[in-house]
């Protein structure tokens, strides 16, 4: 069975074809295809990137327009030196990746009218994400015809959470109005945590895990019994630990007075989701990698922004714990943390007094690996995260 996966956002999209012949398999495999488009360097072109059959090919195309980059982008699945398939009737089934799945969706599903509408329904909830989801499920309808496609939703893994978790604080109507905490990040949560199950020899069903999703975006999701019962992104993915460029949850306190300063909603979603966190700190980057090698020469600021971020981890990683009642396995996902070991011991350090200990001698691998102290009384893993694939399999079970 021949899976395409589409990661669909709103300046780039991914995409992989994958192979699941063999039927579904516990470690990722590598897809067949990979490309990329990335809409966000040159006005009104596209950089087009593809590997394929041992080949990769690099374009830059003058379309600015979504559906015309992804027939670009799928046609060097049947044509050119990444070609993989004699054509495009090969292809199975279509997997997205969907932001947002609301209350509805607890679950992946076939794509249907009925999901499209609700998918569009849900753009208030998810407006950078949820139009560019539909976009590429309506573009690869057109270029596909009646292949069937799946949604997969980032929300739909914490969609179990128990209401204490998943409600605010404020009147009553926000519960009615679905002002909630849906959470986000649930392929990437989800997939570590079977995998973290899978390299311990364990059944999920009997674990207290805290999973770390590290990226430039972060949350936190507390996994017990293999169900996500509370996680830090919240209503948005504004909420919870610091970002890349995100501040993560501040006093609302701060919006209303700053809003009484002549601050329009416009300015303080542009300050909050692009100004601030490391890279607002910092006043560097949103990239880990220049924030720590500016504090390494002594940037004060830089050194805030990463005291900060570590603070905030640290206080977070301390509240799931609470909500697992206990700890059996941490793992680190997604671009931080599956390559920084500093960032591995400075979050885990205060938790020594759970028995969580680390090894001396740590460095990113290209594999997962376990990265606790053979007397650690809780396993420490790196993982990588595999959305994609997760995607594919979501996909497999379901058709
Ligand atoms: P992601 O969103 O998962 O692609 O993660 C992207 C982020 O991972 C980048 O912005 C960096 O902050 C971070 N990152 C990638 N490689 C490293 C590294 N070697 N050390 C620290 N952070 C890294």
Sequence with gaps: MKILVLNAGSSSHKSCLFDLSQGAESAAPQPLW?????????????ELSASGAGESIQQVLPVADKAAGLEA??????????????????????????VHGGREYIDSVRIDDQVKAAIQR???????????????????????????QVAVFDTAFH????????????????????????????ISHQ????????MVGRNIADLKILTCHLGNGCSLAAVKGGISIDTTMGFTPLDGLMMG???????????IYLMRQGYS???????LNKESGLKGLSGQSNDMRSVTEAMEQGNAQAQLAFDTFIHR?????????????????????????????MVWQQACAPFEFLGLRLKEDLSRAKEDQDIANQDSRVRSLVIHTQEEWAIAQACLSLL
Excluded: C
């Design 265 to 271: 909603a416009d300015q303080l979603d542009q300050l």
């Design 73 to 98: 982008m799928v046609k060097t699945l049947v044509d050119g030196p990444t070609q993989v398939l004699e054509s495009l009737s090969a292809i199975d089934a279509v997997g997205h990746r969907v």
């Design 245 to 255: 460029s995100r501040s993560g949850s501040v006093d609302p306190g701060i919006l």
């Design 159 to 186: 969609a179990r959470m128990p209401e204490a978790a998943a409600t605010y604080p404020g009147p009553y109507a926000w519960v009615e109005q679905g002002i909630r905490r849906y959470g986000f990040h649930g």
């Design 122 to 148: 849900l753009i208030p909830l998810a407006p950078a994400h949820n139009p560019a989801n539909l976009q590429g499920i309506e573009a690869l309808e057109g270029i596909l015809g009646n292949v069937p």
């Design 34 to 46: 990979r490309a990329a488009l990335d809409w966000t360097h040159q006005q009104d072109k596209v």
């Design 313 to 341: 981890l640290r206080r977070d990683m301390g509240g799931m714990i609470a909500s697992l009642g206990g700890l059996d396995v941490v793992v680190f996902t997604a671009g931080i943390g599956e390559n920084s070991p």
């Design 191 to 198: 997939y570590v945590a079977q995998r973290a199950a899978d």
